[in-house]
């Protein structure tokens, strides 16, 4: 995979799929699927909170590679998970900024973190996926 599509997957890639992945969690948790209008909103707001993590990640990511980690390799994965987990800190740090106390935000400081690591595994296994071997 060229340097190019590699930075767009991590810039925008993460905000969908932390979107898919609380959407399952709000279902699970509540026991039926949300309306759209709610799916909508989280599209919205993850893209807004999670627009610096996801620049942040991407930064890092690059740094990465650019010392010759290679997008194939396992440890590729592992250093993407590690910066999600931060960035589910910082996305869940926004909030609590922006919105001050509100109901659940404990539970926010425990699902984020979670959510930013299996975001940030599912990432980087989907540019493992596309990447070449010379990549």
Known sequence: ????PRIILNLLLPSAVAVVLLYGVVS?????LPNWRYGAAMVIYAYVFASA?????????EYCYRRGLQPRQWKAVLISAVSGTVS???VVGCMAI??????????????YPALGT??????????????????
């Open 118 to 135: 299996a975001t940030g595994a599912v990432t980087a296994l989907v540019i493992r996926a596309f990447a070449t071997e010379d990549a």
């Open 88 to 90: 589910g800190l910082l």
């Open 1 to 4: 995979m060229k340097k190019t």
């Open 53 to 61: 993590p996801s620049i942040t990640h991407t930064l890092t990511m």
């Open 28 to 32: 699970i948790m509540s026991g039926e």
């Open 98 to 111: 922006a919105f001050g106390e509100y109901p659940g935000l404990d539970q926010a400081f425990l699902i």
